[in-house]
């Protein structure tokens, strides 16, 4: 492609094309992720995260300096599966080992919210700038802190 677009492949440029590049430099968190999820854990609030992601989403995670916060990870990737596959869901709160009814479940996908319902578990859609779905929502991930 380098020579396509006539471009010399120095050693230099392509050690530079290969170099790690730290999460936290291509994206950002919400301003409300940070001081919510440490308000939760404060209160004692255990979390998980339930993902159609790849494996390295904990990494990814740590390098935004938020992984610390969750205590576990399903990740479909890992499961061979993606939400709203029962399996998801059952695997994040058996590694909490807690029942579903005292999980709340958020996402900003109202339809897998509403799977999250189905069985069992509480649940939020996360509508930043949408309008409200069918299922109970929030707008701000500060509201989480009613909950606890």
């Keep these: 492609m ?26 950002e968190t919400y301003p409300d992720v940070v001081e919510t999820l440490d308000e939760l854990t404060r209160r004692g ?25 969750f205590e576990a990870y399903a990740i479909s990737a890992v499961l061979g599966c993606d939400k709203p596959d029962p399996r998801m869901y059952h695997h994040a709160s058996a590694a ?9 479940f958020i996402d900003d996908d109202p339809d897998l919210v509403a799977a999250a319902i189905e069985l069992g578990y509480e649940g939020r859609a996360l509508c930043r700038d949408s309008a409200v779905p069918d299922v109970p929502s929030i707008t701000s991930l500060t509201e989480l802190l009613d909950f606890f």
Aim: charged letters at 20%; one cysteine or more; hydrophobic letters at 45%.
């Design 45 to 69: 609030v255990r979390m998980a995260t339930v993902s159609d992601a790849w494996p390295d989403l904990p990494d990814l995670h740590a390098g935004l300096g938020i992984g610390h916060y």
């Design 96 to 104: 909490l080992d807690l029942p579903p009814a005292q999980c709340l």
């Design 2 to 27: 380098l020579h396509h677009l006539d471009v010399d492949p120095t050693s230099q440029l392509l050690a530079d094309l290969r170099r790690e590049v730290p999460p936290a430099a291509f994206l």
